[in-house]
Every structure is written in C-alpha cells, then in structure tokens.
C-alpha cells in the first residue's frame, strides 16, 4: 500500500537557520511521483517540485533544495538561510503513475515556525 | 489569469444537511480533482474527473458525489452530513494526464471551509 510518513510535526527556527523536512514514502510500484506543496495560513497548496522514480538527481531551487534517496526512500526537503515568510505547513506526496487519475498520497505535514 | 476558484469560502451546515461546493478549474485545464483536509492532517483523495468522466475515487462513502460541465467546472456534493464532514475541501485542476503519466502537477484553490454542527 501507499504511505507517506513525515515524522516532524512541528519544526521551530529562527531566522537564517537551515531547516530539513524529512519525508520517507511507501509504495510496491518501481514507477511513481514525489511531491513537495506548501500551504500557507491562507489553504491554498502551493507547488514547490515535483520528482520521478527514475530521476534521483537532488535538486536546487533558490534557498530550496531536494535530496532524494530510493535506497531509503527518503525525499527529504531542505529550506537554506530560512526566513519568516516560509512558515507554512509543508506536505510530501506521492503518486504512482501507473493509477487512472491523478490522485496523491499526502503526509500529515509538517508545521515549519520560522522566528525573526 | 485567474487561478483556480472555489465558492463558497465558508459555510455551516447541521447534520444531515446536504451541501454543494462548486470549483472553476484554470483555463485551459481539463481535469479537476477534490480532496477532504481535516484539521491537522493532509489531504485526502476523494474525486478527479477528466472531460466529464470520474477519473479516479478515494475511499469515501456514496454519500460523497461530483460532476463536471462542459466548461470543465465542478461540483462537489455531500448530502446526510455528519459532523466528521467538517473539514477544508480542496479543489484541484491539472492539464489532462499524457501518455506516460497520469500525474502532473496540480494547481489548488483556497477551498472551501464546511463546518457541520
């Protein structure tokens, strides 16, 4: 079965601090989907990066980069020199390409509070 | 251009109730998908719909039901509500799904906050 397991609840930072969002994901297919979303106070789930199966190049994006390890099947998040704007609740989802349709597999997120 | 729009933003509702939440997908997007967010957890899958057609389900009761009209909007109902109803609902649209993989990337709107009491 599909299971994405993010084990931090809550993370708490201060400004500037470098911050990693750990996401571990369960799935029997050999093809299938990563995802990162953001969802500020507002609900609205903003797109951060999407990953394939067969692409395990880590990714930088800005302050954002990604490290994903199908060893571990670990695709964890890492937000460099954060800053308050990035509080938000951080979801990690998965889908498998081979399902009709196009639904994800979410974690329960992680809160990230991100002090000045 | 416009984003994806979902109305209402907030509503309350009494057990039993029926409710219809309505979502305008981007322009230009065929697929529409809704998810069930309850405090404090993520998402859940409950429909997509592509060109008219159900898609995809989730594990949610007959009592959930969706459509999608020729404009490719949707609506989401729910009737003989019940109090672990309450949740945000989250409304997505994507390009339709391509040859190789029926997973891009969707677009959400704010949803649309039901409270049942």
């Known amino acids: 079965a599909q299971k994405v397991t993010q084990a931090q609840t809550e993370i708490s930072v201060v400004e500037k601090e470098d911050v990693t969002l750990d996401c571990v994901y369960e799935t029997r297919d050999t093809t299938y989907y990563l995802f990162w979303y953001k969802q500020p106070p507002s609900g609205e789930l903003v797109f951060l990066i999407r990953?394939?199966?067969?692409?395990?190049q880590n990714e930088i994006s800005g302050r954002y980069s990604w490290n994903f390890q199908k060893s571990t099947s670990s695709f964890n998040f890492t937000i460099t020199a954060s800053q308050v704007v990035d509080s938000a609740v951080y979801f990690c989802a998965l889908s498998e390409a081979r399902q009709a349709g196009t639904a994800l597999i979410f974690g329960k997120g992680t809160t990230l509070s991100v002090s000045s | 251009d416009a984003g994806v729009t979902q109305s209402p933003t907030h509503l309350i509702k009494t057990r039993g109730q029926h409710v219809t939440l309505r979502c305008s997908p981007i322009?230009?997007?065929?697929?529409v998908s809704w998810y069930q967010q309850v405090l404090g957890q993520g998402p859940q899958f409950i429909f997509q719909?592509?060109?008219?057609?159900?898609?995809g389900r989730g594990n949610f009761p007959d009592r959930f039901s969706a459509r999608q009209f020729p404009n490719y909007s949707s609506e989401l109902n729910v009737n003989a509500l019940l109090l672990g109803d309450s949740a945000l609902y989250l409304c997505?649209?994507?390009?339709?799904?391509?040859?190789?993989?029926?997973?891009?990337?969707?677009?959400f709107g704010e949803g649309s906050r039901l409270t049942v009491l």
């Open positions: 997505a649209s994507s390009l339709p799904p391509n040859l190789y993989s029926n997973t891009g990337e969707l677009f």
């Open positions: 322009s230009g997007h065929k697929s």
């Open positions: 990953r394939n199966s067969f692409d395990e």
């Open positions: 719909y592509y060109e008219k057609e159900e898609r």
